[in-house]
């Protein structure tokens, strides 16, 4: 079964620090991996995904993540956080199956000091 | 992306009546749509997937008679919680995907429901 680990509920960078989000996933077959943002009272929205072609991802708003086998990991990154950044994080992986659900990471909650 | 689209974004009910959510996905057909639930300072709890034209398949411990799911078309389901009661207000929220492993789930804005 999958499943993805978030270490750390809550993260807080000063702004233009570097933002690294950790995320940790459990799979039995090659996974595909999301990082979703949330704003406070919205639904998530993609920032960027890992379909099994390049191991580094690039998204939105300057966000990447890099998928790396070997730690069964998949963190998220911004080299310059911005205020705008101060959101809810969420990591997820497919499930796969006939259900081809997406199981979700307990979230990181960023906050950027001005 | 592809739009998704959710209503009401808020709604306030009386305590033992029904209320129902939509979630359409505007510009795709989604063969899956996924219902959430969504508590305060958490993750996102999956409640239920719906297929196009078949029943839902509910996680454990959601109650279907009191969350019905409905999905008559490529691009609608909806969501009624019926007989609310305090305990259900929450934040709800819906995503819909294609077929293939590798297409996001796309999501909709989310419904706060308050029932007093």
């Known amino acids: 079964a999958q499943s993805v680990t978030q270490l750390g509920s809550h993260v807080s960078v000063s702004e233009g620090a570097l933002v690294l989000l950790r995320c940790n996933y459990s799979?039995?077959?090659?996974?595909?991996l999301f990082w979703y943002v949330q704003y406070p009272n919205q639904g998530l929205q993609l920032l960027l995904k890992?379909?099994?072609?390049?191991?580094l991802v690039k998204g939105i708003n300057g966000f990447e993540a890099e998928f790396k086998k070997s730690e069964t990991s998949f963190h998220l990154t911004k080299p310059s956080a911005h205020m705008s950044d101060a959101a809810e994080y969420f990591c997820?992986?497919?499930?796969?199956?006939?259900?081809?659900?997406?199981?979700f990471g307990t979230g990181t909650l960023l906050a950027v000091q001005p | 992306g592809a739009v998704v689209s959710q209503h009401p974004s808020r709604v306030i009910c009386k305590s033992g009546t029904s209320v129902k959510i939509e979630c359409r996905s505007l510009?795709?057909?989604?063969?899956?749509m996924f219902w959430y639930r969504q508590f305060p300072k958490q993750s996102l709890m999956l409640m239920a997937t719906?297929?196009?034209?078949?029943?839902?398949?509910?996680e454990q411990g959601v109650e279907k008679d009191k969350f019905l799911i409905n999905h008559a078309s490529l691009t609608l389901s909806t969501l009624t919680v019926t007989s609310a009661h305090p305990e259900d207000s929450s934040f709800y929220i819906c995503?819909?995907?294609?077929?293939?492993?590798?297409?996001?789930?796309?999501f909709g804005q989310g419904t706060r429901l308050t029932v007093v």
């Open positions: 799979s039995s077959v090659p996974p595909y």
């Open positions: 997820a992986v497919r499930s796969g199956g006939a259900t081809n659900k997406l199981i």
């Open positions: 719906s297929n196009e034209g078949s029943k839902a398949t509910y």
């Open positions: 890992y379909t099994s072609a390049a191991t």
């Open positions: 510009d795709f057909q989604a063969t899956t």
């Open positions: 995503s819909a995907t294609g077929d293939s492993l590798a297409t996001e789930a796309f």
